[in-house]
């Protein structure tokens, strides 16, 4: 059997900017870099469900700032519609060593991810896979860990050239999620935005340094670096857990306001308009 398995370390810059603003930005940056190869025009879905302790260990590492810390996630790639245990899904660990962001992961039917996550059970793999396989069941074993909150998103993503090829930009928007229903294949899901929809997350991810013009371009824009984690925003916006330093407050960043010449009945409310949106 083939090794399914894949690894790698880099750095990780994030910004939280309006969705206006990430358009122009996306378009300055494709002058000097390439769109990926797998993000189409309008991007791509992602959708993650973690996995946690029942004491949240993963979210209190984040929190607490631990300088090792990992966290256990399925995640899908694309559309949900119709989402079968044939699908081929990512079972990643995502691990923090002091400022390096390391990724380890595998291409598994959705089906067979299930057995080994929820199931707690062996599954066929590769000796190159062993390892992995091993780490990710003693891990749902010793910890107890169950499924916790799904993520997902809309991404964009631009690669760099020529000297700067590791060198990768991603812009999230409509990150919105659940706390229950955790099949990617529900039918009608209650999904909620866990980030204001007028705003998203731009990530830039390097192997070594950030190039000096990216740096310039933050500067001139005057964005600035926010520590932000999809997993911890979904479990406070939930009430899972009581809101950090990392939470993202609505109030903090207030949505453009177009309709203010509307009669107050006519003006959409904030709660229909981000349950019709985040579905």
């Not at 083939?2 to 300055?28: C, G, M, T, W």
């Not at 857990?241 to 453009?256: G, Q």
């Amino acid at each position: 059997m083939a090794s399914r398995l894949h690894a790698f370390n880099r750095f990780e810059l994030k910004y939280l900017v309006p969705v206006e603003q990430a358009a122009e930005i996306r378009d300055e940056l494709a002058e000097r870099m390439d769109r990926d190869l797998h993000s189409p025009v309008g991007g791509y879905g992602v959708w993650s469900l973690y996995y946690d302790t029942p004491q949240l260990r993963f979210y209190w590492e984040k929190i607490e700032g631990l300088k090792f810390r990992r966290k256990l996630r399925i995640r899908h790639y694309g559309n949900l519609d119709g989402v079968t245990d044939e699908a081929p899904v990512c079972v990643e660990i995502k691990q923090r060593v002091n400022r390096v962001t390391q990724k380890r992961r595998i291409t598994l039917p959705y089906g067979v991810a299930r057995h080994l996550c929820d199931g707690r059970q062996m599954v066929d793999h590769s000796a190159k896979e062993s390892a992995f396989i091993q780490e990710v069941l003693e891990l749902v074993v010793r910890l107890d860990l169950k499924p916790m909150a799904i993520t997902g998103y809309q991404r964009e993503a631009l690669v760099g050239r020529d000297a700067d090829t590791g060198l990768r930009v991603t812009f999230d928007r409509r990150i919105r999620g659940r706390d229950r229903d955790f099949h990617f294949g529900t039918p009608t899901p209650e999904n909620r935005f866990t980030i204001p929809p007028h705003m998203s997350i731009m990530e830039i991810k390097v192997n070594e340094r950030t190039p000096h013009w990216i740096t310039d371009l933050t500067a001139r824009r005057n964005l600035n670096l926010i520590r932000v984690s999809k997993y911890v925003q979904s479990i406070e916006a939930f009430g899972l857990a009581p809101r950090s330093v990392f939470h993202v407050h609505e109030a903090d960043y207030p949505p453009p306001t177009p309709s203010e010449g509307l009669p107050r009945e006519e003006r959409p409310t904030q709660d229909a308009s981000s349950k019709v949106g985040a579905q």
